[in-house]
């Protein structure tokens, strides 16, 4: 059952966050991983979440999302990411 990884992404160097986009990419292709959404101008329509980049990947299954996130290879970009972006992140499957 597909997995979805859903990303609040607020880039503070663009040009930094650009290496760890281009980093991560194979490596989600890699995991089999689809990028479904990318919009930085997200409709509200109710509540107070406003995230300034919405992102959402979709992974085969919960498990390989996880494998993904806890990867020796993916270990480095997490904090190449972190020095040039904010993120909340979770993963869920739907029922």
Not at 2 to 13: E, N, Q, T
Not at 18 to 40: K, M
Not at 59 to 80: E, H, M, N, T, V
Request: with cysteine; proline share 6%.
């Amino acid at each position: 059952m597909s997995a979805y990884v859903v990303i609040d992404l607020d880039v503070d160097d663009p040009a930094g966050f650009q290496q760890y986009v281009d980093a991560v990419n194979p490596l989600l292709e890699e995991a089999g991983a689809r990028n479904l959404l990318v919009d930085d101008d997200c409709l509200v329509l109710e509540g107070d979440w406003r995230p300034a980049t919405l992102v959402i990947h979709e992974f085969g299954s919960l498990q390989a999302a996880r494998a993904f996130w806890d990867a020796p290879a993916y270990q480095p970009l997490k904090a190449l990411r972190r020095r040039h972006a904010t993120v909340q992140v979770v993963v869920a499957q739907p029922r």
